[in-house]
T-cell receptor
Framework: DARVTQTPRHKVTEMGQEVTMRCQPI?????VFWYRQTMMQGLELLAY????????DSGMPKDRFSAEMPDATLATLKIQPSEPRDSAVYFC??????????????FGSGTRLTVV | GENVEQHPSTLSVQEGDSAVIKCTYS??????FPWYKQELGKRPQLIID?????GEKKDQRIAVTLNKTAKHFSLHITETQPEDSAVYFC????????????FGTGTLLAVQP
């Protein structure tokens, strides 16, 4: 089965440090989402890309978060500086969309971030 | 606003009974409605999806129904088994050309043996 690969799987960092999470979407997928999951907020959309272009990052705190897709095989989510309230599981999901038609999205295994 | 409401937040059923989870959305332009199952500590996995050109879709013990007029869609699980215990999320696409996927708040389903 094709998989979305996320690294690292776990990250513990001190408050104020920079954190970078990486996602390799499934080959051929043209859409990538970043979601944050906490117990209180469910699956919260942070940012997403289609054909590597950022389409919506309205859910992302702009002062400390940034998302990029330097090429079709890599999406990154960066937090600088990190804060304890950023502790959560960060999921990447990829899928294919064309002509307004969605073909389903596959999630990666997530990065569990703990900021102490 | 761009939100998907999901009910109930928790659901407990006896093995063999049916379970129904309901969601509502607000954008009449939404046309794609997937359902995901997430087991503890694992990633959400797509179990079934429906598009706005059909009213119902079945896959073995699971089915999804869509009422476009009322902007409701529901997940039905029949003959529940303990391995169906998980958190289930509904989602809908919003935003016209940007077509982003917004999730409901999840339903914790517990199937009692």
């Amino acid at each position: 089965d094709a998989r979305v690969t996320q690294t690292p799987r776990h990250k513990v960092t001190e408050m104020g440090q920079e954190v970078t999470m990486r996602c390799q979407p499934i080959l051929g997928h043209n859409t990538v989402f970043w979601y944050r999951q906490t117990m209180m907020q469910g699956l919260e959309l942070l940012a997403y890309f289609r054909n590597r272009a950022p389409l919506d990052d309205s859910g992302m705190p702009k002062d400390r978060f940034s998302a990029e897709m330097p090429d079709a095989t890599l999406a990154t989510l960066k937090i600088q500086p990190s804060e304890p309230r950023d502790s959560a599981v960060y999921f990447c999901a990829s899928g294919f969309m064309t002509g307004g038609f969605n073909y389903g999205y596959t999630f990666g295994s997530g990065t569990r971030l703990t900021v102490v | 606003g761009e939100n998907v409401e999901q009910h109930p937040s928790t659901l407990s059923v006896q093995e063999g009974d049916s379970a129904v989870i309901k969601c509502t959305y607000s954008d009449s332009a939404s046309n794609y409605f997937p359902w995901y199952k997430q087991e503890l500590g694992k990633r959400p996995q797509l179990i079934i999806d429906i598009r706005s050109n059909v009213g119902e879709k079945k896959d073995q013990r699971i089915a999804v129904t869509l009422n476009k007029t009322a902007k409701h869609f529901s997940l039905h699980i029949t003959e529940t088994q303990p391995e169906d215990s998980a958190v289930y999320f509904c989602a809908a696409n919003y935003g016209g050309a940007t077509n982003k996927l917004i999730f409901g708040t999840g339903t914790l389903l517990a199937v009692q043996p």
